[in-house]
Nanobody
């Protein structure tokens, strides 16, 4: 069984930072692309970033220059560093795998999902 677990969310003021972590078990992590999605109430889920097995990175336009995705294959862990946070970044953030992360387009779905970690940014 594949397990995906996120952590690191919290409440911060605008301009602050958070670092999210996601640990995966039950698959050969090195060969899987990883992604971060977010969803606010009454809004569509959207991918914010993904990183391929070859360490190629993609970002949604609104987070470019502010968020950074990285992975540590030895720890089966992917990270999302969130800097210069804005109130519009407030959402439940989900880690996922079993997804395409190519050269152009962010993924729209995934096979395995975590339970989510809440990020709240106040003005």
């Amino acid at each position: 069984q594949v397990q995906v677990a996120e952590s690191g969310g919290g409440s911060v003021q605008a301009g602050g930072s958070l670092k999210l972590s996601c640990t995966v078990s039950g698959l050969s992590f090195t060969y899987y692309a990883m992604g971060w999605f977010r969803q606010a109430p009454s809004r569509e889920r959207e991918a914010v970033s993904c990183i391929s097995s070859k360490h190629n990175e993609l970002y949604e336009d609104s987070v470019k220059g502010r968020f950074t995705i990285s992975r540590d294959n030895a720890k089966n862990t992917v990270y999302l560093q969130l800097n210069s946070l804005k109130p519009e970044d407030t959402a439940m953030y989900y880690c996922a795998t079993g997804l395409p992360c190519g050269d152009v387009s962010l993924p729209t779905s995934a096979t395995y999902w975590g339970q989510g970690t809440q990020v709240t940014v106040s003005s």
